[in-house]
């Protein structure tokens, strides 16, 4: 089956406070919680054709909100009131915030874990291998806290959980650019994404200490005799690795199936053909899927999505694919530039995750991005970047009703994106979910309208030509189409109009895919399918009939073999709306 994950941010998702102030605290604007993901939820989800549910920030980070004996963190280290959950102070419990009783967290997060299953759905959740809060330390395994026998006094020592600043003489401060950390005054650690300095900025990780794998990051490429290998190690496996192990097996244990692995690219490549085997062997079909970039601070000289593919991720992210699709937009590429991003013969092509938003990215229907255009653009862009090739798909919260980021937020801003730091809620999504009824009962039509086409399109993806099959561009052969999205004064076609097929040879099953980029003009065209096409579909009739799977009420199109190749299916598109036809 073809992996359709839905990130459900639960501090957003279950939230049905409305309203709320800027840096609301949680009494002011609310929290979402394990118990309101109810079986209405994911049975609408389910529906909807999700088949792994990735439950974001549930692990126990830090925050200026206190709980039972667990105290707020300084201020200082903390992004937001509620805290990223991207600094994790505890790798063994979960989020307190998220539960009615936060005494029974693990309980509550254990039955949200049973109840996904329940629904044939695979529960993932986060793990953060290159980072840990500052203010870790873990209550539930406090044997297996970071940094209890560290040699604070050297930058680097294999078996050391953390990097220390390079002393400097005498003591110095950690400045933070809220204020001074008073426990590091004596040993300031490495920020998370690099920054061996006593003073790092706003811009870095400012809040989060990198973690050790027993090699010094700074060499950039590792001997692969100084770590181990992956089934019978010549050398001593590194504390790091063990721990984290550690932490993987107490997830897998307790019913997680998957994990999504943040900036998997900065983690050395021989820890993850290590630590995969072993949760394989506890579980031979749990899913990793990597966050990684290729154009900053990767652990490895070649692509990285190839070596975390080759280390043994079921999937990475296709990030590649996200931002051609932005350049539309936000840049001068036309949509007869996507076939280089579709090239069947990548690995990506059957293993890269294809996204339109996650916590990271700004929401599609935000008027600061994609030129204002994405709402309208919105069920093209999904389908061209769900159906182009046979991997994974990534949907986040609130994208299947036109989320905006309109939420309160804070230390997030205004940007775009809705806040992972700050107590908030998802407005449009509340109108679906009701008050924890899920019954949409609030949707406005467009909001509706939009939920019912990501309903349709979601289990179209299981379709065999589209969950397995190849892909062939036809943008090439409709340069010279007319109203094949030419924009005015253009000489060719292809500039907002992108038509492809899929076929799956075993299964004989071809579908034809057309998305509309313009957001202002309806295409009226015809189709050029060559005869090249036709023989690589095995299409041998006189007679074709193409049928609407997307929206089922339009009649076929009836149409000869003679007339399709010499004239083309003739087609009219609204603005910013896509097809998907079954080619019978």
């Known amino acids: 089956?073809?992996?359709?994950?839905?990130?459900?941010?639960?501090?957003?998702?279950?939230?049905?406070?409305?309203?709320?102030?800027?840096?609301?605290?949680?009494?002011?604007?609310?929290?979402?919680?394990?118990?309101?993901?109810?079986?209405?939820?994911?049975?609408?989800?389910?529906?909807?054709?999700?088949?792994?549910?990735?439950?974001?920030?549930?692990?126990?980070?830090?925050?200026?909100?206190?709980?039972?004996?667990?105290?707020?963190?300084?201020?200082?280290?903390?992004?937001?009131?509620?805290?990223?959950?991207?600094?994790?102070?505890?790798?063994?419990?979960?989020?307190?915030?998220?539960?009615?009783?936060?005494?029974?967290?693990?309980?509550?997060?254990?039955?949200?874990?049973?109840?996904?299953?329940?629904?044939?759905?695979?529960?993932?959740?986060?793990?953060?291998?290159?980072?840990?809060?500052?203010?870790?330390?873990?209550?539930?395994?406090?044997?297996?806290?970071?940094?209890?026998?560290?040699?604070?006094?050297?930058?680097?020592?294999?078996?050391?959980?953390?990097?220390?600043?390079?002393?400097?003489?005498?003591?110095?401060?950690?400045?933070?650019?809220?204020?001074?950390?008073?426990?590091?005054?004596?040993?300031?650690?490495?920020?998370?994404?690099?920054?061996?300095?006593?003073?790092?900025?706003?811009?870095?990780?400012y809040e989060t200490v990198k973690l050790n794998y027993g090699c010094d990051y700074r060499d950039g490429a590792y001997a692969a005799e100084a770590l181990p290998a992956e089934f019978t190690p010549s050398v001593a496996v590194p504390r790091t690795w063990r721990l984290l192990d550690e932490v993987l097996s107490y997830w897998q244990n307790m019913g997680v199936g998957g994990f999504r692995c943040d900036m998997a690219h900065m983690v050395p490549m021989h820890f993850w053909r290590w630590s995969i085997v072993n949760a394989r062997l506890r579980d031979e079909n749990v899913f990793f899927v990597a966050e990684a970039y290729n154009d900053h601070m990767k652990l490895c000289p070649a692509d990285a999505h190839e070596a975390l593919l080759a280390a043994g991720f079921n999937a990475v992210y296709d990030s590649a694919a996200y931002r051609g699709l932005v350049s539309m937009y936000e840049g001068c590429a036309w949509a007869n530039d996507l076939d280089a991003l579709n090239r069947p013969e990548t690995a990506l092509a059957t293993r890269g995750v294809r996204y339109v938003e996650n916590h990271d990215e700004p929401r599609l229907a935000s008027p600061l991005h994609w030129a204002?255009?994405?709402s309208a653009a919105a069920r093209a862009l999904m389908v061209a970047q769900y159906t182009t090739t046979c991997g994974p798909v990534l949907f986040y919260n609130g994208q299947e009703v036109g989320e905006q980021a309109a939420g309160p937020g804070g230390f997030g801003g205004d940007n775009g994106r809705t806040s992972i730091f700050d107590y908030t809620n998802l407005p449009r999504l509340q109108h679906?979910?009701?008050?924890?009824?899920?019954?949409?009962?609030?949707?406005?039509?467009?909001?509706?309208?939009?939920?019912m086409f990501c309903s349709r399109l979601l289990p179209l993806l299981q379709h065999p030509a589209l969950s397995k099959g190849s892909f062939y561009g036809l943008n090439w052969a409709n340069m010279q189409t007319p109203g094949y999205g030419r924009m005015p004064g253009e000489a060719v076609s292809g500039h907002r109009l992108y038509a492809f097929l899929r076929h799956n040879r075993k299964a004989r099953a071809t579908v034809l895919i057309v998305c509309n980029f313009d957001t202002t003009a309806q295409a009226d065209t015809c189709i050029h399918i060559p005869a090249d096409a036709c023989a690589w579909a095995g299409k041998k009739g006189s007679v074709f009939t193409f049928c609407h799977l997307?929206?089922?009420?339009?009649?076929?199109?009836?149409?000869?073999?003679?007339?399709?190749?010499?004239?083309?299916?003739?087609?009219?598109?609204?603005?910013?709306?896509?097809?998907i036809l079954e080619w019978r």
């Not at 039509?445 to 939920?451: F, G, H, W």
């Not at 089922?552 to 009219?572: F, H, K, M």
Request: aromatic content about 10%.
């Open 1 to 205: 089956m073809r992996p359709v994950i839905y990130q459900l941010f639960v501090r957003h998702f279950s939230n049905f406070t409305p309203g709320g102030v800027e840096w609301g605290s949680r009494e002011q604007n609310g929290c979402g919680t394990f118990a309101g993901v109810n079986d209405a939820a994911l049975d609408a989800l389910a529906r909807m054709g999700v088949t792994h549910l990735w439950l974001t920030g549930v692990l126990r980070h830090a925050t200026q909100t206190p709980h039972p004996g667990l105290p707020a963190a300084p201020a200082c280290v903390v992004k937001g009131i509620a805290g990223s959950p991207y600094a994790v102070t505890d790798y063994f419990d979960v989020d307190p915030d998220l539960a009615e009783n936060p005494a029974q967290r693990l309980e509550e997060f254990r039955g949200l874990l049973e109840r996904v299953r329940c629904r044939g759905m695979v529960p993932m959740i986060d793990f953060i291998p290159n980072h840990v809060s500052r203010c870790y330390s873990s209550t539930v395994r406090p044997e297996l806290s970071f940094g209890r026998d560290d040699d604070t006094a050297v930058f680097f020592a294999r078996d050391n959980s953390f990097y220390y600043v390079e002393p400097c003489g005498e003591k110095a401060p950690l400045v933070l650019p809220d204020g001074e950390f008073v426990p590091e005054y004596a040993h300031a650690r490495v920020t998370g994404n690099n920054a061996a300095t006593r003073t790092p900025d706003a811009c870095d990780w």
């Open 372 to 374: 204002g255009q994405g």
């Open 432 to 451: 679906w979910s009701n008050g924890g009824l899920y019954d949409g009962a609030h949707l406005t039509d467009e909001e509706a309208a939009l939920r």
């Open 550 to 579: 997307l929206n089922p009420s339009l009649p076929d199109v009836v149409i000869s073999a003679e007339t399709l190749t010499a004239n083309g299916l003739p087609l009219q598109l609204p603005p910013g709306h896509a097809a």
